[in-house]
């Protein structure tokens, strides 16, 4: 917004309309000349950390805020709208994550309202959905919609036939995984499928997953879901099993994530990565080009 710009309430700045653009047809030769600043929004308590993919965290939750869709079988060719609903919804004044999709599967292909008041387009950010990220946050008032409404739909253009829940997750890559209700309790933001037969099928179980980009030269992602939240370690090693790198934090029941950086590890070739968590062990193995 423009520098100068003065609110009328900064106590309450969003009760007002303020200028969030700046427009230009013609871009002079000489440059854009505008006086503004950036402010952060969509987090809903300041948490949210720019330029980074919120690492190793520990929260406390005084419980689990859980969003359901549908999981269906994924048709090449056919947009899929993903519904969303929250059985405790009512309870709630907030929710804020990162839906992380597989960008090979399917493509986002953009926002349909529901019935949650006052969550609209603006509520979703796709300045990742390339990568296969959207940030999505809402805030409100208890009792802007009921357990049985559709909150909101986002589509997805299949390219690739898949199950929905191996292509979704919820994250907190990008802003953290987590809800508010009335009493301003700290709540874990979690995702549920529930499939044609009515049987819901739960992502929280210990399950690592390949890398992606695989291979890759400067950087890449590792996922993994854990049935508890707890203790996870990440350790790197060669073909001849000497340690490169160990990650290691607590997290959160569900999907996380842990971003690792070429430069981390001082190696190319084939790299294995071994994530162990509460009597859970699993191997995978990557490749670092030159």
Do not use: C
Request: aromatic share 12%.
């Amino acid at each position: 917004m423009k520098a100068d710009y003065i609110f009328t309430n900064p106590l309450d700045p969003f009760k007002e309309a303020f200028p969030e653009f700046i427009d230009t047809k013609d871009m002079p030769s000489t440059g854009l000349i505008a006086d503004f600043v950036g402010i952060k929004v969509g987090d809903i308590n300041g948490d949210a950390l720019p330029n980074t993919l919120l690492g190793s965290e520990t929260r406390n939750m005084a419980g689990t805020a859980e969003f359901v869709t549908t999981d269906a079988s994924l048709v090449p060719g056919t947009v899929y709208a993903m519904s969303f609903r929250a059985a405790d919804i009512a309870t709630l004044e907030g929710f804020q994550y990162t839906p992380a999709f597989d960008p090979e599967v399917m493509q986002y292909a953009g926002f349909t309202s529901g019935d949650l008041a006052q969550m609209g387009q603006d509520h979703i950010g796709t300045s990742f959905a390339d990568a296969g990220y959207l940030t999505l946050s809402w805030d409100g008032k208890p009792g802007s919609a009921q357990a049985e409404d559709i909150l909101f739909t986002l589509n997805f253009r299949v390219m690739q036939p898949a199950k929905v829940h191996d292509v979704i997750k919820v994250t907190s890559t990008y802003i953290a995984a987590e809800a508010y209700d009335a009493e301003e309790n700290l709540l874990d933001a979690t995702l549920r499928f529930v499939g044609d037969n009515g049987v819901i099928a739960d992502q929280a179980e210990y399950t690592l997953y390949q890398n992606r980009p695989n291979p890759f030269r400067s950087e890449t992602i590792i996922g993994f879901d854990l049935a508890l939240a707890g203790q996870a370690t990440l350790t790197l090693t060669d073909v001849s099993g000497k340690v490169l790198r160990v990650y290691e934090g607590d997290f959160a029941r569900g999907y996380n994530e842990f971003r690792v950086n070429k430069a981390d590890l001082g190696a190319s070739g084939v790299v294995y990565y071994r994530l162990t968590a509460e009597g859970f062990a699993a191997t995978r193995k990557m490749i670092i080009l030159e």
